[in-house]
C-alpha cells in the first residue's frame, strides 16, 4: 500500500540555520506530495504541494521538490526562526476519485525546535 | 472562501460518558470530510471519512461512530467514552485532493 517516511525528530536548531527534513514514499503511481505543518495547539495547515514530477512547491521560505527518481519530497528552509518550531507532516495522495475518499497517506511527523 | 469550525475546542469527559464532536465547513459544496485522531505527541489516525450526506467510511474499528446529516455537517460520537478516547481530534475537508483542517477539539478523559 501508499506509504510515508520521513525523518524522526525532534529537529533542534539555532535561529538562521538551514533546515532539511527528509521525505520519501511509495512510488505506486504519481501521486500528489503535500507538507503540512502544525503549530503548538493547533491544526494542520498546508504549507505547500506539488502534483508533478520536477515540481517545486514554495511558501514563506520553506521548498520541496517533487524527485520522482528518488521518490523524495524533502522540505528545505534557508534559514529558520524561531516561529517556524512546529511539527513538519510529509503526505502523499492517492486515488483521484472523490468516490473512493481523496485519501492522504501521511507520515509520522517531525517536530522542529528552533532556539533564539 | 472557505472555513471550517470544530467544537468543543476543548472537553473533558468522565469514562463511560457519551460524547458528540461536531465539524462544519462554510463557502464549498459536496466536499470530502474526515476525522482525525492525533494522540499525545504521535502522528495522525484517519478515522472516518465521508463523500457524500449519509455515506461514512470507517478506518479502524473502535469505540466511535460517526454520521453526516448535512452536506457540510460532520459528527463524531460515542455512546461510552474510554480512557483510550483521549486525543486530539481533527476535522478535514476537501473537493480534490488538497485536504483542508480545522483548529481540533482536544478531548482529555478521565
Known amino acids: 500500500g501508499n506509504s510515508v517516511t520521513q525523518m524522526e525528530g525532534p529537529v533542534t536548531l539555532s535561529e538562521e540555520a538551514f533546515l532539511t527534513i527528509n521525505c520519501t514514499y511509495t512510488a505506486t503511481g504519481y501521486p500528489s506530495l503535500f ?3 502544525q503549530y503548538p495547539g493547533e491544526g494542520l495547515q498546508l504549507l505547500l504541494k506539488a502534483t508533478k514530477a520536477d515540481d517545486k512547491g514554495s511558501n514563506k521560505g520553506f521548498e520541496a521538490t517533487y524527485r520522482k527518481e528518488t521518490t523524495s519530497f524533502h522540505l528545505e528552509k ?3 526562526q524561531v516561529s517556524d518550531s512546529a511539527v513538519y507532516f510529509c503526505a502523499r495522495g492517492g486515488s483521484w476519485v472523490k468516490a473512493a475518499g481523496n485519501k492522504l497517506t501521511f507520515g509520522g511527523g517531525t517536530r522542529v525546535l528552533v532556539k533564539p | 472562501s472557505q472555513t471550517i469550525h470544530q467544537w468543543p475546542a476543548t472537553l473533558v469527559q468522565p469514562v463511560g460518558s457519551p460524547l458528540s464532536l461536531e465539524c462544519t ?3 464549498t459544496s459536496n466536499p470530502n470530510l474526515y ?3 492525533q494522540a499525545a505527541g504521535r502522528g495522525l489516525q484517519l478515522l472516518f471519512y465521508s ?3 449519509g455515506q461514512i467510511s470507517s478506518e479502524v474499528p473502535q469505540n ?3 454520521s453526516r446529516p448535512q452536506d457540510r455537517q460532520f459528527i463524531l460520537s460515542s455512546k461510552k467514552l474510554l480512557l483510550s478516547d483521549s486525543g486530539f481530534y481533527l476535522c478535514a475537508w476537501s473537493v480534490k485532493e488538497t ?3 480545522g483548529p481540533g477539539t482536544r478531548l482529555l478523559v478521565l
Do not use: H
Open chain 2, 35 to 37: 476525522w482525525y485522531r
Open chain 2, 64 to 66: 466511535l461512530s460517526a
Open chain 2, 99 to 101: 485536504q483542508y483542517f
Open chain 1, 78 to 80: 534557508g534559514s529558520v
Open chain 2, 51 to 53: 463523500v457524500g450526506i
Open chain 1, 35 to 37: 507538507w503540512y505543518v
Open chain 2, 25 to 27: 465547513v462554510e463557502g
